[in-house]
T-cell receptor
């Protein structure tokens, strides 16, 4: 299976701890997106990479959040000093980067902050 | 800025009945529109997309949607519901010339009754 993969699938942490999520996009997809989805809501855009360059960040992405895509392949999303309000599903998507290309989503990482 | 409104957070239909899920968009420029489906504990899967070609778009699993500019709508339909169609459905919009970040509606949970 060469779809988008995310690790871990579930993460439970205590308030104040740091967490890091990984996303492996579909091979040779230039664009990579992070979204956050809370219960009963649609996904909300967090940030976007074109290759290794982070080109856009949402206002939802506070300074406790940082994302990287160091070699233009996999990406990591780190949340520092987690808060209970950070509990959500974090979704990663990738696309080829041509025209109105389709975003392919991974299964997500469900974060629970106690 | 663009936005999407999905009317009806929960829709129930009988097996074999018509499925109609409503989506209205707001956009200052020509939009691109998408329908995604999400099964429990899974990522989002693209059903279909409108990219300014034909206004009637056919997707996977027998779904289709019609872009109506005058009504700013992109409703999703399926002539005959199957039990396997039970899932959450999200309408999303992105703008031509943008970074392609998707703006999602809040979703419609479809229940199919035997």
């Amino acid at each position: 299976d060469t779809g988008v993969s995310q690790d871990p699938r579930h993460k439970i942490t205590k308030r104040g701890q740091n967490v890091t999520f990984r996303c492996d996009p579909i091979s040779e997809h230039n664009r990579l997106y992070w979204y956050r989805q809370t219960l009963g809501q649609g996904p909300e855009f967090l940030t976007y990479f074109q290759n290794e360059a982070q080109l856009e960040k949402s206002r939802l992405l506070s300074d406790r959040f940082s994302a990287e895509r160091p070699k233009g392949s996999f990406s990591t999303l780190e949340i520092q000093r987690t808060e209970q309000g950070d509990s959500a599903m974090y979704l990663c998507a990738s696309s080829q980067g041509q025209g109105v290309d389709t975003q392919y989503f991974g299964p997500g990482t469900r974060l629970t902050v106690l | 800025a663009q936005s999407v409104t999905q009317l009806g957070s929960h829709v129930s239909v009988s097996e074999g009945a018509l499925v109609l899920l409503r989506c209205n968009y707001s956009s200052s420029v020509p939009p691109y529109l998408f329908w995604y489906v999400q099964y429990p504990n899974q990522g989002l899967q693209l059903l279909l997309k409108y990219t300014s070609a034909a206004t009637l778009v056919k997707g996977i699993n027998g779904f289709e949607a019609e872009f109506k500019k005058s009504e700013t709508s992109f409703h999703l339909t399926k002539p005959s519901a199957h039990m396997s169609d039970a899932a959450e459905y999200f309408c999303a919009v992105t703008l031509s010339g943008s970074a392609r970040q998707l703006t999602f509606g809040s979703g419609t949970q479809l229940t199919v009754l035997p």
